[in-house]
């Protein structure tokens, strides 16, 4: 061991070996402040330090009462209109799948027309797909595009895995920025059971609207994900809204 290594980063470091070999398993509480200053020798400010940096890392849970467990792995999810959940998935060696719920014709909301430039009650595309990582349910997506884009509902599941490369690739489309707002929320049951969720358990709420590299609308998103199964990464050419 390096000598001139804190004493919080040696017990961090200690205990986050210990998670990565299975020693604590996820959803097993560690040991309390009290047993690892007792293990350690090792003060409580310096465990609270090397918990907090572990919790930081996401390898961590603190839940008030109860203890610190260990968490289960999140995936990354960048937000982003040119990163798409099969890119992201790929990226970080996760295997993808997308179950297709819904593809039809849909009336424009007074939320659709604001956002994608339609009139109310026009008829747009509304696409409602299911998104896995490693067979897990992770992210309801709810899409609503133009009708201008109504040849989507002869396509197959495959090219609808990603509408990112769908636009670029059969409509010769660019896809740029992404608007869009996040917030917490209690998930409709039905939503709760596609994520396979507790009933009251949070989660994310994503908002936002697609436009092409020169500022024209291609569609309006809302994203339900699993804050249990997932983190947002937010990339600098993101523009969040509220």
């Not at 990226?91 to 994608?116: M, Q």
């Not at 009933?199 to 609308?217: A, E, K, M, Q």
Request: charge should be neutral; aromatic fraction near 8%; hydrophobic fraction near 40%.
């Amino acid at each position: 061991m390096d000598v001139s290594e804190p004493l919080y980063m040696r017990v961090k470091n200690e205990i986050k070996a210990d998670i990565l070999n299975h020693k604590y398993q996820v959803g097993e509480r560690i040991p309390s402040e009290a047993e690892l200053i007792r293990i350690y020798g090792v003060s409580r400010i310096t465990v609270r330090r090397a918990i907090q940096e572990l919790a930081d890392e996401d390898l961590l849970t603190k839940i008030h009462g109860s203890g610190t467990f260990v968490s289960a792995p999140k995936h990354n999810r960048h937000v982003v209109g040119i990163h798409s959940f099969t890119t992201d998935c790929l990226d970080s060696g996760i295997v993808p799948r997308t179950r297709i719920l819904a593809l039809n014709i849909v009336k424009a909301t007074e939320a659709d027309a604001k956002v994608i430039k339609v009139a109310p009650g026009e008829k747009i595309v509304y696409l409602e797909r299911l998104r896995y990582a490693d067979d897990e349910p992770v992210i309801i997506e709810r899409d609503y595009f133009p009708f201008r884009f109504s040849s989507m509902l002869w396509e197959t599941g495959a090219s609808l895995q990603s509408i990112t490369h769908l636009l670029e690739d059969k409509f010769n489309l660019k896809v740029g920025s992404f608007d869009a707002t996040i917030e917490i929320s209690i998930p409709f049951k039905q939503d709760a059971k596609l994520l396979e969720l507790r009933s009251n358990t949070p989660v994310l709420l994503v908002r936002g609207c697609t436009y092409d590299t020169d500022g024209i609308p291609l569609y309006r998103s809302v994203q339900v994900l699993s804050g249990q199964k997932f983190k947002i990464n937010i990339a600098k050419n993101v523009s969040w809204e509220g």
